[in-house]
Nanobody
Framework: QVQLVESGGGSVQAGGSLTLSCAASSILSSSVMAWFRQTPGKEREFVALIRRRGNSVLYAESVKGRFTISQDNAANTVSLRMNSLKAEDTAVYYC???????????????WGQGTQVTVAS
């Protein structure tokens, strides 16, 4: 059983920055790690992903240029640096592990418990 534990959420003013971290109990070399977010009443939304092998990344258009996903393979951690935060970035952010380079949440089989990010306008 793979365990994912997110940290780093909190409250920040619009324009500020936060860094989320996800510690994984194991990440296969073929894995894809991703961040999703969800607000009440809405479906979980893709934010960013990174391929374990090769470091290929992909971002949602809404965060491109503001968010940066990175990984520390030795530590089995994945981070999401969020700059220029907006009120609409407020959500619960989830870390996920999958096997395919995909933005669909159904492609991810392990999930963290989520961490709240609140951006005050």
């Amino acid at each position: 059983q793979v365990q994912l534990v997110e940290s780093g959420g909190g409250s920040v003013q619009a324009g500020g920055s936060l860094t989320l971290s996800c510690a994984a109990s194991s990440i296969l070399s073929s894995s894809v790690m991703a961040w999703f977010r969800q607000t009440p009443g809405k479906e979980r939304e893709f934010v960013a992903l990174i391929r374990r092998r090769g470091n290929s990344v992909l971002y949602a258009e809404s965060v491109k240029g503001r968010f940066t996903i990175s990984q520390d393979n030795a530590a089995n951690t994945v981070s999401l640096r969020m700059n220029s935060l907006k009120a609409e970035d407020t959500a619960v952010y989830y870390c996920a592990r999958g096997s395919h380079y995909a933005t669909n949440q159904l492609e991810y089989d392990y999930w963290g418990q989520g961490t709240q990010v609140t951006v005050a306008s």
